[in-house]
T-cell receptor
Framework: DAKTTQPTSMDCAEGRAANLPCNHSTISGNEYVYWYRQIHSQGPQYIIHGLKNNETNEMASLIITEDRKSSTLILPHATLRDTAVYYCIVRVPGTASKLTFGTGTRLQVTL | GAVVSQHPSRVICKSGTSVKIECRSLDFQATTMFWYRQFPKQSLMLMATSNEGSKATYEQGVEKDKFLINHASLTLSTLTVTSAHPEDSSFYIC???????????FGEGSRLTVL
């Protein structure tokens, strides 16, 4: 799996959009970008994934650059419950390839 | 989404005893499950890949005789921490991949405290 780099921490005011960047400059053509988050003392929660087109679901939007070397996870209206560590991971879906976690971004949503 | 359940969520044991943690996929079959360990303020570290009906594949530095993994059915994998010591105290998390799906789903985690 390709390596990813993320900022260590970010703050966001409640109600504002949280934009979490991720660099994956060595991503290969068949690797997707996955985002998970981990709220304190819980298992990781799947958020969204994509290959090259932008994706949106009920939780978030994923914007992938045209060269696929970076992406941004957008939480459109952050709430206190979105405070968590967010992990950006690249892997080939539908395979038994393992998921390797980096250090992630600790997002703190404040009042 | 698919549900993965771990049991127990918390366990406290004495040093030298063995502890078994179960990971179940509740509404799908999982030929592959992964076991992770997480120390405070650190990221998840992959310990091993568990394949149904075959031996687990361990990551470098993980003792296979200490962390016994059994994946006897398509919905259950177990991790047994043998002869536990205080340094084995950690948050253990499993994940499972549903056949035909790309996403991996995670259990709630099991916090082990060895006294």
């Amino acid at each position: 799996d390709a390596k990813t780099t993320q900022p260590t921490s970010m703050d966001c005011a409640e109600g504002r959009a949280a934009n979490l960047p991720c660099n994956h400059s060595t991503i290969s053509g068949n690797e997707y970008v996955y985002w998970y988050r981990q709220i304190h003392s819980q298992g990781p929660q799947y958020i969204i994934h994509g290959l090259k087109n932008n994706e949106t679901n009920e939780m978030a939007s994923l914007i992938i650059t045209e060269d696929r070397k970076s992406s941004t996870l957008i939480l459109p209206h952050a709430t206190l419950r979105d405070t968590a560590v967010y992990y950006c991971i690249v892997r080939v879906p539908g395979t038994a390839s393992k998921l390797t976690f980096g250090t992630g971004t600790r997002l703190q949503v404040t009042l | 989404g698919a549900v993965v359940s771990q049991h127990p969520s918390r366990v406290i044991c004495k040093s030298g005893t063995s502890v078994k943690i179960e990971c179940r996929s509740l509404d799908f079959q999982a030929t592959t499950m992964f076991w992770y360990r997480q120390f405070p303020k650190q990221s998840l570290m992959l310990m091993a890949t568990s394949n149904e009906g075959s031996k687990a594949t361990y990551e470098q530095g993980v003792e296979k005789d200490k962390f016994l993994i059994n994946h006897a059915s398509l919905t259950l994998s177990t991790l047994t921490v043998t002869s536990a010591h205080p340094e084995d105290s950690s948050f253990y998390i499993c994940s499972a991949r549903a056949e035909g799906h790309g996403e991996l789903f995670f259990g709630e985690g099991s916090r082990l405290t060895v006294l």
